[in-house]
């Protein structure tokens, strides 16, 4: 498969029809990480850009299904699904892809000189032209040039290589047109300097080396560098050998090459790799200093990421490298002062010891003075703050500084124009190839399961997973146990270093108490993650206060914060945070989890009557509470506040049962029930009520057990659990009677009327009847007007659609005299239903279209699906065909959403047969 020329692929001498630009863009997305998943979402952006059609992905489907029907016969290749995304796999050990043969016989390029010129010959002679030829788009030009980048620096090492030989004369063609395409890269003038040379041609070089000076002076403004220096210094010492080597040439400018060994074994980080090639590109082309603070916790890999990257690009860095540990968070010593640091730099740098100036800030006045019209990196490990940085910063625009820290180094950012690179835990497939360039990948691929599970245990942190590696004798599946049994004690080891939690430890040494307690608190709170009201509830502290802790422990890399504000912490970090919890006083962790479960409770309750004022329950007293609720000023923050705190609200419902506190149980079940059914969240619903039916029996009241039994009735019925909800529902009428409750009745009965309707509307009609005279005889206008319209809707189902009309208009007069948008859609859409069996077509569209505008308005997603299936009917009937899929395409993607399995391949079913007309008509906006 070639992706260095045009775009193409040939198995067996067979050429491969790739299909049109786009689809050809698809396979070369794809066979540049060919072997690793491609998430849809980065697919998407490659094939068609950032401001991608609203169809691209059912269109990229389509484009995988055709790809891989070409690529049938294609012995070993094949296009697969995994978690996320697609992946174009080979089962050969030989690359299949030029790129990728290309970049493992540059890596072979090593040793003997004769060895590197054959493997870098090999590597360039698969190059046909401009890479991805044929392809087109933003992502295609960007690849295009960083590969051009890479067959750039190919040929600079086979020059370098073949120069060393002295064999320069065979190149000086090749590197006269390269030095006319590049005339202020260095490297190249440098290089064709010594091919002019060997080839006998010195005062060619010599005048080629006074223009190139020339043009970096008047253009750039600065000098030749080392690499042009030492060039020029051969070819004007009498006794240089061509070889290229430098014996007799003098004293020479001192190179620090300073870099630590780079890691034997690295995977993933792919995108930040490429982020930090970009930031220098950028920085190159527009003449300033770079800055890149790799950020995040203990472990993750900060300093592999640096020297990996560091050690790829040397050749950018002709005037040498400086490394230095910084020791900020280092447990058994201080962090390293600006004046040690710079002195090492200085020595390093040529400026003999007694030279060194005595202050900090003479010692950086002077560094800045000798990096200014250099190329030089500068990388400053383990930092621990801003100021320990700042005296460290080059003085050259054409410098470039990395550094990692735990700390998020918010003044670097603003004060200095640095570009943060946080770093989370590798991905699945990241964390598998790091397992499998440690232990083999048939090691791996043998113990797949164990493999899988571990990689979920360790979180994708690069430590846990070498640590694990390391010991190679412990077959995966004992350690897998140990893991589940032990948690993170099962990866402490000997050497503090290869430690998880002693790494994690020496962060929080950092930290005031105040913030330590706060990390293990916010462990044990329920959730995922967790928001400022919530977090000051669960401290104790001022809101200013406990975002203050929160911006420290985000700073630290120990907390996370997105977009909308919210925190949450790494699996690992919430792991070794909950160990220290378990050491908080009892009464401290206690009082924290009841502040914030009475937090959720009182704030659910007030979001709940946003959403619906008439959703109070009768004969209860709302919830108490002594936290301090999040104030909420309408319908549309209550809907976005429970979106944001949905899977916390089950956690904390969860809490609650555990501490016995069967009234927040309830409560909570009650508060989030409007909720559930509006956005079709029909299992969180179910699961409330379980854990509320259970609290209820321990309650005093009857009222709760009634209403618990009722709501779980109605619940297992929106799941099609028909015997679990009419077992339910007999229970709170059973009840209802027994206290002499008729509005409790009422409901039931109402409720058994949903269950049995479509499956026998004459006994549905008998209860909703019967519901409606107990709640005649109440002071319940709302109730009414509900038990109205379901009388109206099993009449109308039976066929008698004069009376049914009746009630839907008795139940729509209350509805609107009392303000009660619910009740009103709910009307609205049984109005619409009604007109159009009895032939009232545009009717039924205006009813259909009023409810659908309620129930959007009220975030009513769940029922607004149900109101466009209804929709599409009267407008099939009319033969407005392409209104009528619009509006069942919109609705079957919501019953998708929803899990509402049996209404979807229903109306899939109307889909695929309404699909024979022709008649076409413009879009509906209101569908």
Known sequence: MRLLGEVCAEFADRSVDLGTPRQRCVLAALAVDAGRVVPVDRLVERVWGADAPPRSRSTLHSYISRLRHALVGADGVAIV??????????????????????????ARARGDDGHVVRALTEALALWRGKALTGVGGEWAQAERDRLDQERLTAQHDLADAVLRAGDGRELVAELAARAARHPLDERVAGQYLLALH????????????????????????????????????????????????????????VVPRQLRAGPLVFAGRHDELHRLDDLVDAARSGGTMVISAITGAGGFGKTWLALRWAHRRLARFPDGQLFVDLRGFDPDS??????????????????????????????????????????????????????????????GEACTVVVTSRNQLTGLVTGHGAHRLPLDGLSDDEARELLAARLGAPQVAAQDAAVDELIGLCGGVPLALSVIAARSRVPLSVTVAELRESGLAALDDDDPSASLRAVLSWSLRALAEEHTAALALLAVAPGPDIGLPAA????????????????????????DRDAHGRYRMHDLIRAYATDTARRLPGGVRDAALRRVIDFYAHTAHTADLLLDVHHRPVGLAPPTSVAH????PDAAAATAWFDAERTTLLEAQHL????????????????????????????????????????????????????????????????????????QLDRAIALAEEHGDPYQQAHAHQA?????????????????????????????????????????????????????????????????????????????????YIEH??????????????????????????????????????????GRHDHARTAWRTALELYRQQGRNDDAEQLQGQLDRSSTSTTTNPPDPQS
């Open 81 to 106: 699904r995994r978690s996320g995304g697609y992946a174009l796999i080979t089962d050969t050990t030989e690359p299949v892809v030029d790129l990728h043969r290309f970049r493992e016989l540059r």
């Open 198 to 253: 060997q080839a006998g041609r010195t005062n060619d070089a010599l005048e080629h080396h006074r223009q190139v000076r020339a043009r970096l002076i008047e253009e750039l403004g600065t000098e030749p560098g080392t690499i042009l220096q030492d060039a020029h210094r051969q070819v004007l010492t009498a006794d240089a050998p061509p070889t290229g080597t430098s014996r007799g040439a003098g004293p020479r400018p």
């Open 334 to 395: 201080a962090p390293m002062t600006p004046t040690a640091v710079l002195r090492g730099f200085l020595t390093a740098l040529g400026v003999a010891p007694g030279a060194v100036p005595s202050d900090v800030h003479a010692r950086s006045a002077l560094f800045r003075s000798l990096t200014a019209d250099k190329r030089v990196l500068v990388v400053l490990d383990n930092a621990a703050d801003t100021d320990q940085v700042v005296p460290l910063l080059p003085g």
């Open 536 to 559: 000051a509830n669960l401290t104790g502290l001022p809101p200013t206060a406990a975002r203050a802790v929160l911006r420290s422990l985000e700073q630290a890399s120990l907390l």
């Open 629 to 632: 609720p999040h104030p909420l």
């Open 656 to 727: 609650a049962a555990l501490q016995r506190d069967h009234r927040t149980v309830w409560w909570l079940a009650m508060s989030t029930n409007t909720f559930h059914h509006r956005r079709g969240h029909r299992h969180d619903r179910r699961a409330t009520w379980q854990a509320a039916a259970h609290a209820a029996a321990h309650l005093p009241d009857s009222i709760s057990r009634i209403i618990a039994h009722q709501q779980l009735g109605g619940a297992c019925a929106a799941l099609g659990l028909t015997e679990d909800a009419v077992g």
């Open 752 to 832: 058994l009327a949903r269950v049995r309707g479509g499956r026998d509307d004459r006994e549905a009609l008998d209860h909703a009847t019967h519901a409606l005279r107990l709640l005649l005889g109440l002071d319940a206008p709302l109730c009414q007007a509900h038990a109205h319209n379901a009388v109206g809707w099993y009449t109308a189902r039976l066929g008698d659609c004069d009376t049914a009309r009746d009630h839907f208009r008795t139940a729509l007069a209350l509805h609107r005299q009392h303000r009660n948008a619910t009740g009103e859609a709910n009307t609205l859409d049984s109005l619409g």
């Open 837 to 878: 069996n009895t032939g009232n077509h545009h009717l039924a569209i205006h009813h259909y279209r009023q409810a659908l505008v309620l129930r959007r308005a009220l975030g009513n997603v769940y029922d607004a699906a149900s109101t466009l299936e209804h929709l599409g009917h009267p407008y099939a009937a009319l």
